[in-house]
């Protein structure tokens, strides 16, 4: 009787894991590169010194803010958002499914030249 409490529970467990999997949705605005953290509010991104906007929002993979002294050491595939004045204010840190979302835009005028299915959270080339 006992055993089996003890499985459904851990089965429970299991199922409710899979079920917390958060879908994302990404703004058309968000590009892709490789942030390195190095001294926040500094960081790398994709091999250029690059800021982190005061008050810069950072998600884990588990959509969980995230403060910036967790990137210090780090490197990861990121979806990332500027400021206007050129500093990242948001930062997802990609799962391996959104990683394999392909393609998607590094750049702001590959962003201004593809089409975006926000639904579908795909790019399409011209």
Request: charged share 15%; with cysteine.
């Amino acid at each position: 009787m006992v055993r089996c409490a003890a499985l459904a529970l851990a089965a429970l467990t299991v199922v409710g894991a899979a079920s917390a999997q958060v879908v994302r949705l990404f703004p058309p605005t968000a590009l892709r590169g490789e942030l390195t953290g190095t001294a926040p509010p500094d960081v790398l991104l994709n091999g250029k010194a690059a800021r982190l906007a005061p008050g810069a929002r950072i998600r884990n993979q588990e959509n969980r803010f995230d403060v910036t002294g967790t990137l210090t050491g780090g490197k990861w595939l990121v979806h990332y958002t500027t400021d206007s004045g050129g500093q990242l204010q948001d930062i997802w840190i990609l799962t391996a499914s959104e990683a394999a979302n392909q393609p998607w835009p590094t750049t702001v005028e590959q962003a201004q030249t593809w089409r975006f299915d926000a639904v579908a959270q795909k790019w399409t080339k011209p």
